[in-house]
């Protein structure tokens, strides 16, 4: 394997060189979406991931599609993040629902719409910021019809109320 360094100015001007990407795709990185952009160069690819108003470029030897480099982006042994990043990635129906036959814990998924169209899947969190987790079917079930309950305000950019999905891990 060779390893090189560019500098900013050495990669701008690669991908003034290269003109439109070859592909493109629509995500949300972490809590702010972002766009990833790639340009193929022989057998690699030279990406571009732009999400709050910062720019990240990387070399990639892509063999599967942009989604699932993002879905890879995270700890590959946390079942969880890698559903939420799934969500995120693909779209909330890329994720199984729960059906309450399997043995759990469940986890409670809320996916926010903003206008774009754009979509933001979170896990439910405690009051200490960790996945809530629910020990039967049952109590995830009981936890999203009580937010989904609750009066809702629409926050900025948000084009309708959230929306919830549960999953066992």
Same mark, same amino acid.
């Given at each position: 394997?060779?390893? *090189? &360094?560019? &500098?900013?100015?050495?990669?701008?001007?690669?991908?003034?060189?290269?003109?439109?990407?070859?592909?493109?795709?629509?995500?949300?990185?972490?809590?702010?979406?972002?766009?990833?952009?790639?340009?193929?160069?022989?057998?690699?690819?030279?990406?571009?991931?732009?999400?709050?108003? +910062? &720019?990240?470029?990387?070399?990639?030897?892509?063999?599967?599609?942009?989604?699932?480099?993002?879905?890879?982006?995270?700890?590959?042994?946390?079942?969880?993040?890698?559903?939420?990043?799934?969500?995120?990635?693909?779209?909330?129906?890329?994720?199984?629902?729960? &059906?309450?036959?399997?043995?759990?814990?469940?986890?409670?998924?809320?996916?926010?719409?903003?206008?774009?169209?754009?979509?933001?899947?979170?896990?439910?969190?405690?009051?200490?910021?960790?996945?809530?987790?629910?020990?039967?079917?049952?109590?995830?079930?009981?936890?999203?019809?009580?937010?989904?309950?609750?009066?809702?305000?629409?926050?900025?950019?948000?084009?309708? +109320?959230?929306?919830?999905? *549960?999953?066992?891990?």
């Amino acid at each position: 394997m060779i390893s *090189i &360094t560019l &500098t900013h100015e050495q990669v701008m001007a690669l991908v003034s060189r290269l003109g439109e990407p070859d592909d493109s795709y629509q995500s949300a990185a972490g809590p702010t979406y972002g766009l990833v952009r790639a340009w193929r160069l022989g057998r690699s690819w030279l990406l571009a991931v732009s999400a709050g108003g +910062r &720019t990240d470029y990387a070399i990639a030897d892509r063999s599967r599609d942009l989604a699932d480099i993002l879905e890879d982006a995270g700890d590959p042994d946390d079942t969880l993040d890698r559903l939420v990043r799934r969500a995120n990635t693909r779209g909330i129906q890329s994720v199984d629902e729960a &059906t309450g036959d399997e043995p759990g814990p469940y986890y409670v998924l809320e996916t926010r719409h903003y206008y774009g169209p754009m979509d933001e899947t979170r896990v439910i969190v405690d009051d200490a910021g960790l996945p809530l987790e629910c020990a039967s079917y049952e109590d995830a079930v009981r936890l999203a019809s009580a937010r989904y309950a609750e009066g809702y305000s629409l926050a900025p950019g948000e084009c309708a +109320r959230s929306h919830y999905r *549960i999953v066992a891990v």
